[in-house]
């Protein structure tokens, strides 16, 4: 048994994806659809707007006297630091104490996955991690051009890249069974997410 042990080996791992990873290729419309529908299912609540302008009106009502915890204005997509104007925002740069006030955090995302309705969040200078964490409701942009098929797609694109060390998926609201077997909201993270999905 002992030599049997010691003579023992993985084998190597395959390279590239294993196949139930490799994705027929989808138009983006179908991404849109199945991405939509992933959303409902999570209760996730989304808006999908045609233009740049859509994207920032959208913005601008949904934050309109809300305390914003925010990535930097140069960090958010579609121009949408424009929205945070006139309105009461802490960055990351800020005090813990003042960012954990917000009743809302505002950031873009690195990916969004239409198989399952995640985001993937990469943190980093100008996007802290607190922003989509510490909020009760966090809204998410989304660019069209970032909406991929699902995993195996985003580690492909990623597969040499920095940023990856910081990643975080995010699929729905924060939520826990842990108690009894109680479903709760907002335990761990925000309770509430919202999507906007631009051109």
């Known amino acids: 048994m002992r030599q049997a042990q010691i003579r023992a080996y993985l084998p190597e791992s ?9 994705y027929p290729a989808t138009v983006p419309a179908a991404r849109r659809a199945r991405f939509l529908e992933e959303l409902k299912l999570l209760g996730v609540e989304a808006f999908v707007e045609e233009d740049d302008a859509g ?20 960090q958010l997509p579609y121009g949408a630091g424009e929205a945070l104007q006139g309105e009461a925002v802490s960055f990351g740069r800020d005090p813990r104490e003042q960012q954990a006030q917000a009743d809302i955090g505002l950031t873009g995302c690195e990916a969004a996955l239409a198989e399952t309705g995640s985001l993937a969040m990469v943190s980093g200078p100008g996007r802290p991690r ?24 985003f580690f492909e694109r ?42």
């Open 14 to 22: 395959p390279h590239g994806l294993p196949a139930r990873l490799a």
């Open 55 to 74: 994207v920032r009106d959208r913005v601008k009502n949904l934050i309109a006297g809300k305390a914003i915890l925010s990535w930097d204005p140069d």
């Open 130 to 153: 607190t922003a989509s964490l510490l909020p009760l409701t966090h809204i998410a942009l989304i660019r069209q051009a970032d909406l991929m098929q699902g995993m195996g797609e």
């Open 158 to 199: 990623y597969r040499q890249s920095a940023v990856l060390p910081y990643l975080v998926f995010i699929t729905g609201p924060s939520r826990t069974a842990d108690i009894e077997l109680s479903l709760t909201l907002g335990v761990h993270g925000p309770g509430k997410l919202i999507l906007i999905l631009g051109p």
